[in-house]
């Protein structure tokens, strides 16, 4: 409603934007508990995660139901309703899309299954420092993974430390090198400082 609530950087604008299609602060959503909130969001997790690995840009909606029913099932204690949950991924948000026609779902836009993805590294503590991050298919999970933490110096000097195996190698860090730093904002400015001129 005014400019002081702006997110100050894009991981934090997905996050609000998340939280507000999965109806994290809306009731008229039909949001029963914040158990089923957080149900909805690793879901929704476990799907980008299984799209992403095998390189899919959609799935079936029986493959989808499947990945939703076995969390759900896994965590019964939390009497938290299956068809509620996937009723509200893919019926109450503006994340997914489902093609009734063709019987599959997608994300409306890649960049979300890669913000879910990043908080399945994230959640799962399975991230793998290495030359892959700068990877196009992945530069972007990345983003967001380092955004979700923010305060990054140990993992900026990790980064560091990965050895130049290519020209293709260097002009892809060259691209998307600055923008980890950007998402690492609270990282000490000595880290950023240095981190910027080995880069260069």
């Known amino acids: 409603e005014s400019e002081n609530e702006l997110p100050s950087t894009m991981t934090d604008l997905y996050e609000k934007y998340m939280e507000i299609s999965l109806g994290r602060w809306d009731m008229d959503k039909g949001l029963q508990s914040q158990a089923e909130y957080d149900t ?9 995660q299984f799209m992403l690995d095998n390189e899919l840009n959609e799935i079936s909606l029986g493959d989808a139901k499947e990945i939703v029913r076995k969390y759900t099932e896994e965590r ?5 309703d299956f068809d509620s949950v996937f009723n509200q991924l893919i019926n109450k ?6 093609n009734e026609f063709k019987g599959t779902l997608s994300f409306r836009h890649r960049t979300f299954a890669e913000y879910f993805y990043s ?3 994230f959640r799962d ?3 793998i420092i290495d030359d892959g991050i700068y990877n196009p ?3 972007t999970v990345y983003f967001f993974y380092f955004g979700s933490i923010r305060d990054c110096g140990e993992m900026i000097v990790e980064i560091d430390k990965i050895k130049e195996s290519s020209n293709r190698f260097q002009i892809l860090k060259l691209i998307n090198h ?7 904002y609270l990282t000490p400015s000595k880290d950023i400082s240095s981190s910027t001129a080995i880069a260069f």
Do not use: C, Q, Y
């Not at 909805?40 to 980008?48: E, H, K, L, P």
């Not at 019964?76 to 938290?80: G, I």
């Open 40 to 48: 909805t969001f690793d879901s929704a997790i476990n799907i980008s």
């Open 76 to 80: 019964d204690h939390l009497k938290v």
């Open 93 to 98: 948000t503006d994340i997914i899309s489902v």
């Open 119 to 121: 908080k399945g590294i």
């Open 125 to 127: 503590r399975s991230a």
């Open 137 to 139: 298919f992945w530069s």
């Open 178 to 184: 600055g923008n980890f730093l950007l998402a690492s």
